[in-house]
Nanobody, 128 residues
Framework: QVQLVESGGGLVQAGGSLRLSCAAS????????MGWFRQAPGKEREFVGV????????YYADSVKGRFTISRDNAKNTVYLQMNSLKPEDTAVYYC?????????????????????WGQGTQVTVSS
């Protein structure tokens, strides 16, 4: 049974930093992308960034580029989202998710429907 468990959320002041973790278990993720999404109150869930588990491919949404960094620790089966220079508009529930490689088009998964597995989410609140 696949499980993705996020942790590390909390309350932080604007300009501060947080690091989210996503511990993955239940299968081998070598052929998967691990993505981060977020959902603010009253808004749709949006793509934050994604990392290929076994290759050096990392992509970010324009809104977080230069402030957020995704990394992974294969030995711990964990993906991280380092968030710096946080803004109040970064307030949201953050989710990690896993998407199998697209072996037809090899497109990077940036939409929710590409992701088969989801974590339960962790709340990030940035105060002004």
């Amino acid at each position: 049974q696949v499980q993705l468990v996020e942790s590390g959320g909390g309350l932080v002041q604007a300009g501060g930093s947080l690091r989210l973790s996503c511990a993955a278990s239940g299968r081998t993720f070598n052929n998967y992308y691990m993505g981060w999404f977020r959902q603010a109150p009253g808004k749709e869930r949006e793509f934050v960034g994604v990392i290929r588990w076994t290759a050096s491919r990392i992509y970010y949404a324009d809104s977080v580029k230069g402030r957020f960094t995704i990394s992974r620790d294969n030995a711990k089966n964990t993906v991280y989202l380092q968030m710096n220079s946080l803004k109040p508009e970064d307030t949201a529930v953050y989710y990690c998710a896993a998407a199998l490689e697209d072996y037809i088009d090899y497109t990077v998964p940036r939409t929710e429907r590409r992701y088969a597995y989801w974590g339960q989410g962790t709340q990030v609140t940035v105060s002004s």
